[in-house]
T-cell receptor
Framework: DSGVTQTPKHLITATGQRVTLRCSPR?????VYWYQQSLDQGLQFLIQ???????AKGNILERFSAQQFPDLHSELNLSSLELGDSALYFC????????????????FGEGSRLTVL | DQQVKQNSPSLSVQEGRISILNCDYT??????FLWYKKYPAEGPTFLIS?????DKNEDGRFTVFLNKSAKHLSLHIVPSQPGDSAVYFC??????????FGGGTRLMVKP
């Protein structure tokens, strides 16, 4: 158990719809990361938040948005869904605080599997 | 631009033998590299890491080698066990702990 909790585990929806994925990081971790894994693909970095603020942005579509709340949980919002958005969405957290010195390890949740029909 | 590449999508090895998983990168700014293991229906779990200033790190049956001049790293598993069967991702990291992952290699260890 990594300590990172993601809900829902599975989600089936239709094209054009909007969904929200939720992530609770490990206790004490300030950084949250979202990754997308499409079928048999690697993990594509979407976005990082640190203590409520956006820290880094990757290959995140404009139809997607995220935020990190004061209690440090994060939500990834996916709108105007397309068939190609079907994927596993992983949240990860780390204790990174800008001072470096750690191994860089991220702790991943079990993922939310989104199926768009 | 794929900064981290795992050119072998799959690898099959006999139990007890050595498994060698390879990874190439293009970004010279990575400060460290990590290997993650992923079982089906689970999130990736950290396996081993190496700082960019080192060329080898060992942890039990797992050893990671880094060749900076060739921008290449490899993960050696000796001896391989059936429970090692999983997808292995290599990743490069830098400030902010943002990891850039390769596409993964599926390792199958046959009993």
């Amino acid at each position: 158990d990594s300590g990172v909790t993601q809900t829902p585990k599975h989600l089936i929806t239709a094209t054009g719809q909007r969904v929200t994925l939720r992530c609770s990081p490990r206790s004490g971790d300030l950084s949250v990361y979202w990754y997308q894994q499409s079928l048999d693909q690697g993990l594509q970095f979407l976005i990082q938040y640190y203590n409520g603020e956006e820290r880094a942005k990757g290959n995140i579509l404009e139809r997607f948005s995220a935020q990190q709340f004061p209690d440090l949980h994060s939500e990834l919002n996916l709108s105007s869904l397309e068939l190609g958005d079907s994927a596993l969405y992983f949240c990860a957290s780390s204790s990174w605080g800008g001072t470096g010195g750690d191994t860089g390890e991220l702790f991943f949740g079990e993922g939310s599997r989104l199926t768009v029909l | 631009d794929q900064q981290v590449k795992q050119n072998s999508p799959s690898l099959s090895v006999q139990e007890g033998r050595i498994s060698i998983l390879n990874c190439d990168y293009t970004n010279s700014m990575f400060d460290y590299f990590l290997w993650y293991k992923k079982y089906p229906a689970e999130g990736p779990t950290f396996l081993i890491s190496i700082s960019s200033i080192k060329d080898k790190n060992e942890d039990g049956r797992f050893t990671v080698f880094l060749n900076k001049s060739a921008k290449h790293l490899s993960l050696h598993i000796v001896p391989s066990q059936p429970g090692d069967s999983a997808v292995y991702f290599c990743a490069g990291g830098n400030a902010g702990n943002m990891l850039t992952f390769g596409g993964g290699t599926r390792l199958m260890v046959k009993p």
